[in-house]
């Protein structure tokens, strides 16, 4: 019979709370790019050991945030438009699809749900990039939930609820992604009245417009390459 050890769940809380803390010094440029993060630093500036510090920070690298720059040491990885480009065009293919589903459904309610979502999030005070991350995240989730369709929503899931997004996210201005949130509303009307076809179009054209602006956001961002 197998004995499993208790789990220690403050050191679990410990490095999740380092792990937020982290991404949001680097989403918010606090954290130089060609800073070395060191993990005995970092725990001290924490005041916690060097275990949860550790565990956040090779989470951050799994995530592709982070590389690892020698023995207990870290670099903000550089990111290539080739791998933004993938993302933006995985995004586009699942929520593309989404729209093309639900525009057949043609469900009024669905879509008095989404505008009432959209409301919502649009209408929050948003001021960081985390937050306004935090509200697109939720917009978009609510076009692919409202699909039913468990798979999609897992893949999209897999796509935005990693801290790679938010630190992409965060390279656009604040002023541009107020202007792309104010958006949704009209999105959500070609669904609920366009074809299918014209949903999917619509979706994916509101994807790539933000591709095209990750790209120009990209080209003098210090995280680029």
């Known amino acids: 019979m197998t004995t499993f050890k208790k789990i ?5 809380r410990l490095a999740d709370e380092a792990y937020a803390q ?5 989403a918010n440029g606090e954290i130089d790019p060609d800073r070395k993060i060191v993990q005995e630093k970092l ?7 060097r275990t949860p510090v550790r565990e956040a920070l090779l989470r951050l690298e799994q995530e592709g945030i ?17 791998e933004v480009r993938f993302i933006y065009e995985t995004r586009a293919a699942i929520e593309g699809y989404s729209a093309r589903l639900l525009s057949e459904a043609a469900n009024t309610r669905t879509f008095q749900q989404i505008d009432a979502i959209i409301s919502f ?3 929050r005070d948003l001021e960081t990039a985390a937050e306004l991350y935090d509200a697109n995240r939720k917009i978009h989730r609510a076009f692919v939930e409202r699909t039913q369709n468990r798979y999609l929503l897992d893949m999209f899931d897999q796509m935005w609820n990693r801290g790679f997004s938010l630190h992409m996210f965060s390279l656009i201005p604040s002023a541009d992604l107020q202007l792309s949130l104010g958006e949704h509303h009209a999105l959500c ?9 014209e949903s999917e179009a619509a979706m994916r054209a509101h ?13 003098d961002a210090p995280s680029a390459s």
Request: net charge negative; charged share 25%.
């Open 66 to 82: 982070l590389e690892i720059a020698g023995r207990g040491g870290f670099y903000i990885r550089k990111v290539s438009h080739e």
């Open 121 to 123: 999030e649009e209408g």
């Open 22 to 26: 982290i991404l949001e010094a680097i």
């Open 8 to 12: 220690k769940t403050p050191r679990i």
């Open 207 to 219: 994807i790539h417009t933000g591709l095209d602006l990750q790209l120009a956001c990209m080209k």
């Open 189 to 197: 009307d070609v669904l609920r009245n366009g074809t299918p076809a």
């Open 43 to 49: 725990a001290a500036e924490l005041d916690i050991s």
